[in-house]
């Protein structure tokens, strides 16, 4: 076959033409996204009750739901949080389950629950996809925005009106433009206003015309009446007759007729139509102005660079046709993709380059490094091809194991050209050493390569969505070391006697003779005797290593995933008060005041958001989100501090943290619990007291002083109690009083009317917002009689939790810590300790540590599952049960070295690392695959069996020292930090040149002395 092919090269150089034709076409149409896209197991259920309680609405609306939601099949854990106005239920499912199915059966449950919900809207259910991260935001501001007037009424208006006309713009006109894209799925929108109709009546014009205020809303009402249509029938003909009968804007409000007692009058005449900005319960600010933002959702098959090209040619047009208007794209996920495949780009690039210029060195010859700069490329471009056809994308997973697949697919091309060098310079004639030396190292070649790829399959066994992800790393690793082979084996011949055959024998470049590899033979031979003088030195080592190992594993810090640089971060903050929006937006400034000179940019999401989906994590009316965009990891360092310290003196009772600004590799592995959490659940009630659960948190506490604890967020609530002996007296209902309070606090919604594609509520109340004089200026007209809503009511005090928190043993008080450097296991033993002394509650733990330490688990089945694959392979390959024994011997030294240099360098032993040992396990012995195959030949061939060992040895010297060094120099780029692609590998890469250093040593001088200890005796 390989004879065919060295006459036919215009032949193959057709069909390598071919393939890299259609590899470049797949290349422009794979799709590009930061991660694959998987599904997250997690689906989220959001509750509004605006008029309620955070006990109540624990016990009417979540509970009930919990209820239900607890019959869903694959649940794994149920999370349900209520506060004030709201609730929020996170259900966690089994790794694996059908979440489109799931997210169906939700709201069918939510649907059966819905008949014993009163009075709230439909709960909004959420399912956590990488397709619903928003690719960037966009904040949309006046360039020139008039302050309010100094006579202006802030409560009715508390935005100017050039501020509304631009929230009905952005809603009507500029996201409707940004939808039509392609690439676009939608825009959600938050911080804008919406207008309202604010009936007004006047109390003293009422009492003097003797109408109620039950009566004035009636006639209100009746004059939105929609009337169905009449058929008549004329003949032959029928005809619909309509009547209308409906307010349509204000002007329309204001000229309702009422005729009352005989006496006619209009709207206009007893009361005031306002149309206002709607009560708002939460804003957005950019860079210190009032903004709208506009969250861009991609479509999934969408590739992010045409998204970014579509948005930057609309966004260069909104400027030119909208000149009074200002839009900044923040947050842009296009950036970060961009930049991290660009990065990883850029050290293949390095890669190859210093693999050729190894080879350059090593072979000393131009021609061997331009076949090496021909496969590579070629082979990359070819799986690029097949990443089409089987539908994988290109994302940073993918092109890590692009990454590792160069440094690997080198490693073939060198043993085969360094091969037939070889026998060429031992006499062979060129076409005979090309044909020879080819067939000689096919099938260690392919060993090797099956060796390698056995170790990154068992990698799809990992659960959940790390085994979903590094599928593709697996994937990508095996289709690249697959195609590099089938390249070297076809191309590397055909192309190696094409451009050698004009010449007699081997010539090195004169450049290059004077650095001669002679020295460095007669230093291994140095080196390999006294190996075998002191074989108890390897063996020693081989023995320690297995103890370094488990001590490493025992002590090491672990975690899901290294930690990453950012110059961004979300600021989130709960003033842990019952603050206004005014006064939370107030505070934000103060924020934005103190940091501002410091930031690229800052987007302020203040109080309750607009967002339908939820992506941008929960809000709450006392708390506020601040994206802080700074130009490099050190100056935002220093604005987290001047945060936090400012926050610390200032506001002592908030509670803050600083978080990743929400790209989707944080939205599917971030930690979702802290560390470690106690659930404290009470015995013998439903309910956690305060003050029980004080006492006990503080003995925990005080059992655990090198431990912090959060202090319990408690809220203090002003009830006011209608004192039913009173309105008895007075003969005044609770509907009565119900009706006067909405009214007064404008909460009495009559109707809506609807202008274009906006609805606007239509509502009745007063132009006072202050509760005081609410409660002092609101009557109740009884039997002729006006009564003073605060003479049938009393003021009293509450104080309960702020936030519920409950699950599938019910209502628990989650206690999160961080171990530090206490056990968890010593941790756990003495809360459990104290809560049974106690007697009040009982304990169970959950938390992120429980979770690593599975993953590891799993990792560590994982590597055993690819050593046994490898033992399998090389006991094929060598027919033997014990050689394999001999290769596999090294690992152990490996994983041992590894562990160590990441344990001095500050790592941890996170997903990363733990790939990193697991590639090393298949790459570290392909050296000695192709030592002990040139001893065994040698041995058949006559050679003694040191004679063989010492005679193997330096023919593979050369070929084992540039792989090694080519695979360390391909990885050595990722060394570098600083963004997302290179802190993901970094860890890894450290993993791989630790252990890859160390394994060519062991190649080298321990493993020939195993195999001479085994096969002395038969000798």
């Known amino acids: 076959m390989l004879n065919r092919l060295l006459d036919r090269p215009v032949t193959v150089t057709m069909a390598l033409l071919v393939i890299v034709v259609l590899g470049i076409v797949s290349i422009r149409m794979l799709p590009v996204s930061l991660i694959p896209d998987v599904d997250v197991p997690y689906i989220i259920v959001q509750t509004s009750a605006p008029s309620l309680s955070a006990r109540e609405v624990d016990e009417t609306v979540v509970r009930p739901l919990r209820q239900q939601l607890l019959q869903l099949h694959s649940l794994e854990d149920i999370v349900c949080e209520s506060r ?144 169905g249509s009449l058929s008549i029938r004329d003949g032959e003909y029928r005809y619909n007759v309509k009547f209308q009968s ?127 700069a021909l496969t590579i490329p070629t082979a990359l471009i070819f799986t690029m091809l097949i990443f089409y056809v089987i539908g994988l994308t290109i994302n940073i997973i993918s092109l890590s194991g692009l990454v590792l697949g160069v440094g690997m697919m080198v490693d073939n091309t060198i043993v085969l050209t360094d091969n037939i060098t070889a026998r060429w310079q031992r006499g062979d004639s060129l076409r005979k050493a090309v044909v020879r030396g080819t067939s000689e190292v096919v099938a260690p070649m392919l060993s090797s390569v099956l060796t390698t790829c056995a170790v990154f399959i068992p990698l799809v066994f990992v659960s959940g969505i790390a085994g979903a992800l590094f599928y593709d790393q697996a994937m990508a690793v095996t289709i690249t070391l697959l195609t590099a082979y089938a390249m070297t084996v076809t191309i590397i011949p055909v192309y190696y006697w094409l451009w050698y055959r004009k010449f007699d024998s081997f010539r090195p470049s004169p450049l290059l003779e004077k650095f001669s590899f002679a020295g460095v033979i007669r230093r291994y031979e140095s080196g390999l005797v006294w190996a075998f003088r002191h074989r108890w030195a390897g063996w020693a080592v081989f023995f320690l290593s297995g103890v370094l190992i488990v001590v490493c594993f025992i002590y090491m810090p672990k975690e899901k995933l290294p930690e990453m640089t950012y110059t961004d971060t979300l600021l989130k903050v709960d003033w842990n008060e019952h603050i206004a929006l005014e006064g939370n937006s107030d505070r934000v400034e103060e924020m934005e005041r103190l940091i501002g000179k410091d930031t690229e940019q800052m987007t302020s999401m203040v109080g309750m958001q607009q967002f339908v989906l939820g992506h941008s994590g929960e809000s709450s009316a006392s708390g506020a989100v601040m994206y802080i965009d700074c130009k490099d990891a050190e100056t935002l360092g220093m604005v987290k501090e001047t945060v936090a310290g400012f926050l610390d003196s200032s506001y002592p009772a908030c509670v803050y943290s600083f978080e990743p600004s929400g790209n989707i590799f944080d939205m599917v592995f971030a930690e979702r619990e802290a560390e470690l959490v106690a659930r404290l659940r009470p015995v013998g009630s439903s309910e956690l007291d305060p003050e029980t ?59 809506n009317i609807v202008q274009g594609n906006e609805s606007i ?18 009557w109740i007209r009884k039997g002729g009689r006006d009564i003073p809503v605060y003479s049938m009511m009393t003021q009293t005090y509450d104080e309960d939790f702020k936030y519920i928190i409950s699950g599938v043993e019910g209502e628990y ?71 394999p024994l001999v290769i596999m011997s090294e690992i152990v030294i490996d994983i041992a070295g590894s562990l160590l240099v990441l344990w001095i360098c500050g790592a941890t032993i996170n997903l990363m690392s733990l790939i990193g040992l697991v590639v090393i ?41 540039m792989t090694s060094l080519t695979t360390i120099l391909a990885v050595c780029p990722f060394l570098s930090r600083g963004n997302m692609g290179d802190d993901l590998q970094y860890p890894m890469s450290l993993v791989i040149i630790a252990g890859l250093t160390i394994g060519t040593l062991i190649s080298l001088f321990f493993v020939p002395v195993v195999y001479y200890e085994i096969y002395r005796r038969d000798e």
């Open 246 to 372: 409906f307010a349509s804007d204000r002007k329309d409000i204001e000229d309702i007729y009422i005729n009352h007692k005989g006496r006619l009058l209009q709207v206009k005449d007893i009361a005031k139509v306002i149309e206002h900005p709607a009560k708002r319960s939460g804003l957005v600010r950019s860079d210190g102005k009032d903004a709208v933002t506009m969250a861009v959702i991609k479509q999934s098959d969408a590739r992010m660079a045409d998204l970014r090209k579509s948005i930057g040619r609309l966004m260069g047009q909104f400027s030119k046709d909208y000149p009074e208007l200002e839009f900044e794209v923040t947050r842009d996920q296009t950036a970060l993709l961009e930049y991290s495949i660009d990065n990883l780009v850029n050290n293949i690039v390095i890669g190859i380059v210093l693999a050729c210029i190894i080879i350059f060195l090593f072979m000393q010859d131009f021609r061997s490094p331009a076949l090496v």
């Open 921 to 961: 396990c298949g790459i570290v012995i392909n050296d000695s695959i192709l030592k002990i195959d040139t001893i065994n030949r040698l041995r058949k061939e006559g050679y003694h069996l040191k004679h063989a060992i010492m005679e193997g040895g330096q023919r593979r010297l050369k070929a084992i020292v």
């Open 813 to 883: 008080y989650p206690l999160e810590m961080s171990p530090g450097n206490m056990r968890p296991e010593k941790i756990m033993s003495r809360i459990s300790d104290t809560v049974g002394r106690d007697g009040s509650f009982e304990v169970n733990f959950s938390g992120s540590v429980f979770s690593n330490r599975e993953m590891t688990r799993e990792l560590i089945f994982v590597l055993l599952v690819a050593l046994v694959l490898l033992y399998l392979i090389l006991a094929s390959q060598f027919e033997s049960l014990v050689q």
């Open 84 to 227: 004030d106005g709201s609730g929020t239920i996170r259900l966690s499912f089994q790794e694996g389950s059908d979440i489109d199915y799931l997210f169906i059966e939700v709201n069918e449950k939510i649907d059966r629950t819905m008949g014993s919900l009163k009075d709230i809207d439909r709960p909004k259910v959420l399912k956590s996809d990488a397709s619903d991260i928003p690719a960037f935001y966009i904040n949309m501001t006046l360039k020139e925005e008039e302050p309010l007037s100094g006579d202006a009424d802030t409560v009715l208006f508390p935005v100017t009106r050039q501020f509304s006309d631009m929230s009905r713009f952005a809603s009507e006109v500029v996201s409707k433009r940004i939808e039509q894209l392609s690439e676009v799925a939608m825009v959600d929108m938050s911080g804008y206003v919406s207008p309202e109709l604010l009936i007004v009546p006047d109390m003293k014009i009422l009492r003097q015309t003797g109408i109620t205020g039950e009566e004035f809303e009636s006639y209100i009402r009746s004059a939105n009446v929609r009337l």
């Open 693 to 751: 659960l004080a006492a006990t948190v503080g003995k925990i506490s005080s059992d655990l002083p090198g431990i912090g604890f959060d202090d319990i967020q408690l809220k203090k609530d002003v009830l006011y109690v209608a004192d039913p002996r009173k309105m008895a007296l007075y003969d005044v209902s609770y509907q009565d009083l119900l009706s006067v309070l909405r009214n007064a606090l404008n909460e009495n919604s009559l109707f």
């Open 761 to 778: 509520p239509v509502v009745m109340g007063t132009d006072t917002r202050d509760i005081r004089e609410i409660l002092t200026d609101t």
